[in-house]
Every structure is written in C-alpha cells, then in structure tokens.
C-alpha cells in the first residue's frame, strides 16, 4: 500500500512563510501529476498547485505568486513553499499522488494562520 506523509504544517503570522513535504513510500519518477489540495472548515477541498512528471505546474488564482510546488523524484517527495501567507490560506492541507497503481492521499497537515 502506497503511503503519503505530510510534514510542515503549523501555526504562523500573517506574512509569514511555511515549507510542506509530502513523502512518498513509492517511487514518484516518470508518472503522474502530484498535487496539494486544502480544505478548510465548512468548506469543499481545492487544488491549490499541481506538478506534472515533467515539471509543469498549475496553480490556483489564489495562490499565484505566492506559493511554489516543486518534487524531488530521487527522494519520491514533493514541496510546497508558502509564503507571504494571509488568513484565508488557513486549512488542512492534503498531498494527492497519481502513480501507476492509483491515486492515492495522505492524511493532511494543519496550517494556520494566525496573529
């Protein structure tokens, strides 16, 4: 069975940045996209930014400028660097991996953003 660990999460001031890392037990090279998703409270899930096999990235509106995805096929994991981080970005995070075998989810990281 294909594991995601999530790791990073905490509390920050508005302004302030935080670094996710999504492990994988399997390998990530050569397949598909991996993503990072959030929900928070009352609400639905949402991308927040994806990257393909070949390095291309999709990020929400939201997001843009702000937060940057990147992975690391060598050590099957991939990153979410948040920075100037506002309120509503407040949510559990979720990494999203589409291998050969399926898609899989790891269990999420909070993330609050707090004065």
């Known amino acids: 069975q294909v594991q995601l660990v999530e790791s990073g999460g905490g509390l920050v001031q508005p302004g302030g940045s935080l670094r996710l890392s999504c492990a994988v037990s399997?390998?990530?090279?050569?397949?598909?996209?991996m993503g990072w998703y959030r929900q928070a409270p009352g609400k639905q899930r949402e991308l927040v930014a994806a990257?393909?096999?070949?390095?291309?990235?999709n990020d929400a509106d939201s997001v843009k400028g702000r937060f940057t995805i990147s992975r690391d096929n060598a050590k099957n994991t991939v990153f979410l660097q948040m920075n100037a981080l506002k309120p509503e970005d407040t949510a559990v995070y979720y990494c999203?991996?589409?291998?050969?075998?399926?898609?899989?989810w790891g269990q999420g990281t909070q993330v609050t953003v707090s004065s």
């Open positions: 999203r991996a589409v291998l050969a075998g399926g898609l899989y």
């Open positions: 399997a390998s990530i090279s050569g397949f598909g996209t």
């Open positions: 990257i393909s096999s070949g390095g291309r990235t």
